[in-house]
């Protein structure tokens, strides 16, 4: 099979973080579908009993994605995709209390960036989105290392508390105006409100906490409209945008079918060459994302 050429598609360069905050959201990796991941199926006699006289296709191949959150097709897949699995913990662990938690500017910019960045802020608003200058992406950057520490210390409060830790899931978020992280945690257990805002504050967070219940039948539905893909893809790209507890597993990933190996040419090639066999051919988005074969 031909190479598809050019080796530097893949070459991505290292960036910091507060320039990947100022990236465009809508760009889409070069290298982002122009390899194909192969899958051939594993001996039919190692698959489990219900599945050893199904017939799989012996060869599977796939468009290989970057799965960036700021790749204009990826993105939206992740977010989709990360929604129904929290939707499904949160049902299935029973995650009823909502907490949002907030950061106040002042607990870590020095005086000369929180007059910037409140100055910034007055003009921000009318503009309705956030302030892209130096100081202040430095500090919506800076933002996300520190509300994750000040989360980090409030969960071991809550464990001193409650004795155990805490089922939750978490999810970062910036806000539209001020561009400044913020954490969205569905958690197990009833956190009382004046103990919660205590707790935040001293661990450095701020005097905003936001705590709201649903009925354990009624938090899925509740969810589903307020955990947006808008609100997933918010996030700061190229970071951890949802987070778990341990003891909840978003991907519980089965084993597959196939071992899978990367080929290097894109598939529409690959598909030229099989397409007298080629079966269950999937499209999205105008383009050829899979199909397999049966040898
Ligand atoms: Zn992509
Ligand atoms: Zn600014």
Known sequence: MQRTGNRNQNS?????????????????????????????????????????HAIVPSRRFLRLRCRCWACSICGPRKANKYRGQILRAVTRHKLTRMLTLTLDVRKFA????????????????????ACQCATCTHLQAASVAYIRGCWNKLRVSLIRRFGV????????????????????????????QAWA?????????GQHVDIRHADAHR?????????????????????????????IK??????????????????????????????????????????????
Not at 112 to 129: D, M, N, P, S, Y
Not at 165 to 178: M, S, W
Not at 255 to 260: L, P
Not at 261 to 288: N, P, Q
Request: positive net charge; contains cysteine; hydrophobic residues 35%.
């Open 165 to 192: 830790a805490p089922k939750y899931v978490a999810v970062l978020e910036f806000q539209q105006f001020t561009g400044m992280a913020h954490l969205h945690i569905v958690i197990d257990r009833f956190i009382p």
């Open 250 to 295: 978003l991907n519980e990933k089965k084993r597959s079918d196939y071992s899978w190996e990367v080929c290097r040419a894109s598939i529409d090639r690959v598909y030229v060459f099989f397409s007298d066999i080629a079966t269950e051919a999937v499209h999205s988005d105008g383009e050829l994302e899979s199909f397999a074969i049966r040898e």
């Open 12 to 52: 991505g360069k290292k960036t910091n973080t507060s320039s990947k905050l100022t990236s465009l959201r809508t760009k889409r990796p070069r290298f982002c579908g122009v390899w194909t991941l192969q899958g051939r199926a594993r001996c039919p006699h190692a698959a489990p009993a219900p599945r050893r």
């Open 219 to 247: 938090i899925a539905p509740y969810l589903a409209k307020y955990l947006s893909k808008e609100m997933l893809l918010s996030g700061p790209p190229g970071m951890r945008r949802v987070t778990t507890s341990r003891s």
């Open 110 to 129: 020095t005086r000369e960036q929180q007059e910037i960045f409140f100055a910034h802020l007055e003009t921000q608003k009318a503009l309705g989105t």
């Open 197 to 205: 805002k205590e707790a935040w504050q001293a661990v450095g967070g």
